[in-house]
């Protein structure tokens, strides 16, 4: 049962445009949703995390917007960047889990200069 | 400072055998993960750890078993290891249970022909 959906599997953005990926989760008792970013031959790492208690938080270009009522998160990368290209990551985790995260399927996105 | 270790990064066995994948951390955290990523997956967790000589399944333990002896390491056993399980596996570890932050290994990429 995959209690983290991502979309979409993969991305094509410009070099300056706005890169969007979505998430949606099943379990209510999430309570973390952060975000990983993954570059080739290399593990992931954290990139920006949210708690329900906000709807969005930025950092730099990356923003997580959050709908607690749809269940659903996203990130938002502004100015995308060559350097940008990689694999995202969204997970999610609940403190009365032990804090296990719970990870998406992942999302490949190239930006092309 | 090194961090979070994986040895080997690259792994070649047959079915049937025994191979066991290390991890090594030198920031003293409590807890210690294995993940397994395949495409379309994303990151699935096969055992946690949230200290020495505690340990528990994740989501897709079968087959593998861990030990978890001294705080620094967490070494992943394949006692038998089978076509399903090439994959690259991370090792990950966070400070405690109120850290949310799991920092990752390098990966450790196994094929098993």
């Known amino acids: 049962q995959q209690q983290v959906k991502q979309s979409p599997q993969s991305l094509i953005v410009q070099k300056g445009g706005i890169s969007i990926i979505n998430c949606a989760y099943e379990?209510?008792?999430?309570?973390?949703f952060p975000w990983y970013q993954q570059f080739p031959g290399k593990g992931p790492a954290l990139l920006i995390a949210i708690r329900p208690d906000v709807s969005e938080k930025k950092e730099g270009r990356f923003t997580i917007s959050f709908n607690k009522s749809a269940k659903q998160f996203s990130l938002h990368i502004m100015d995308s960047q060559p350097g940008d290209s990689a694999t995202y990551f969204c997970a999610a985790s609940a403190e009365t889990s032990g804090s296990r995260l719970t990870f998406g399927e992942g999302t490949q996105l190239t930006v092309n200069p | 400072d090194a961090g979070i270790t994986q040895s080997p990064r690259y792994k070649i066995t047959e079915t049937g055998r025994q191979v066991t994948l290390m991890c090594h951390q030198t920031?003293?955290?409590?807890?210690m993960f294995w993940y397994r990523q395949d495409l379309g997956h994303g990151l699935r967790l096969i055992y946690y750890?949230?200290?020495?000589?505690?340990?528990d399944k994740g989501e897709v333990p079968d087959g593998y078993v861990v030990s978890r002896s001294k705080t620094e390491n967490f070494p992943l056993t394949l006692e038998s290891a089978t076509r399903s399980q090439t994959s690259v596996y991370f090792c990950a570890s966070k400070r405690g249970l109120a850290e949310e932050t799991q920092y990752f290994g390098p990966g450790t990429r196994l094929l098993v022909l």
């Open positions: 750890s949230a200290a020495a000589d505690i340990t």
């Open positions: 920031w003293s955290h409590s807890y």
């Open positions: 379990n209510t008792a999430f309570d973390y």
